[in-house]
């Protein structure tokens, strides 16, 4: 089990494009499969049974739109991380502080890698918002808590 280091950026950032990548070829299959669905359906059908089918199907093709979307976005923004080193809180630094590492990159979520886990973040988030700009070793407020930075990469 490797100890996060520089290296760990590039290999989240890799880890989570590849996990978008595969989200997008996912929802955009669903959708096509929807639209043969529906399809078939209009051959087939007629009424309010065809009606309420295709209601359905509008509302899943609704969802699965914003949740391609939303995938894209966070594509996006995770391609356009910075993968350097850093030595404040800052976007694309890998930070650890007593709950756990986590990168300033994309609202994606956890990630586990060399038996680490990674919790990916917005620089938005209240808890980054609140460690900005510091240094290793300084303590940040949130919440009420004290938060130290351990360590950052």
Do not use: C
Request: charged share 25%; hydrophobic share 40%; no cysteine.
């Amino acid at each position: 089990m490797n100890t996060p280091n520089q290296e760990t950026k590039a290999v989240l950032l890799a880890k989570s494009q590849q996990m978008l990548r595969d989200q997008i070829a996912d929802i955009q299959k669903q959708l096509s499969d929807l639209q043969e669905s529906s399809e078939v359906e209009e051959k087939s059908s007629a009424g309010d049974k065809y009606e309420t089918h295709q209601e359905m199907l509008n509302q899943n093709r609704n969802l699965l739109q914003k949740q391609l979307s939303t995938s894209k976005v966070l594509l996006n923004q995770i391609n356009a991380i910075p993968v350097k080193a850093l030595s404040v809180v800052d976007e694309g630094a890998l930070i650890k502080i007593p709950m756990g590492w986590i990168w300033i990159s994309s609202p994606i979520g956890k990630i586990s890698l060399d038996g680490f886990d990674y919790q990916l973040v917005s620089k938005d988030s209240p808890l980054i918002t609140a460690l900005w700009g510091m240094k290793a070793g300084e303590t940040g407020e949130f919440r009420g808590n004290k938060i130290k930075i351990e360590e950052i990469l």
